[in-house]
């Protein structure tokens, strides 16, 4: 019913940009917040950046500075402008947002399938 579809992976060297983006589709009645988390290999799934409905961000420590996040609430699209990219940024980055799907029902986390991240020389 809901779909969370992320586009923008890829690989780059060191120091490089890429922009990932999220489209949520399908039975939709509000979004709350939306966020990036990661997992590299070997390792627990960490969040990344998340912004509010109203526009209120946070970002993980390690990505302070070089990363920003962004929202269009009228494509329920949410982004990730990532820049000066280090290998220890490479992993599978996945799409999350709370979503309500009518009146009736409370808000829960949906997940995209995530889109990997390369950052090597």
């Known amino acids: 019913q809901v779909q969370l579809v992320e586009s923008g992976g890829g690989s780059v060297q060191p120091g490089g940009s890429l922009r990932l983006s999220c489209a949520a589709s399908?039975?939709?009645?509000?979004?709350?917040?939306m966020g990036w988390y990661r997992q590299a290999p070997g390792k627990q799934r960490e969040s990344v950046a998340a912004i509010t409905g109203g526009g209120n961000t946070n970002y993980a420590d390690a990505v302070k500075g070089r990363f920003s996040i962004s929202r269009d609430n009228a494509k329920n699209t949410v982004h990730l402008q990532m820049h000066s990219l280090k290998p220890e940024d490479t992993a599978v980055y996945y799409c999350n947002a709370g979503i309500r799907i009518s009146m009736s029902y409370r808000e829960r986390d949906y997940w995209g399938q995530g889109t990997q991240v390369t950052v090597s020389a």
């Open positions: 399908g039975r939709i009645f509000g979004i709350g917040t």
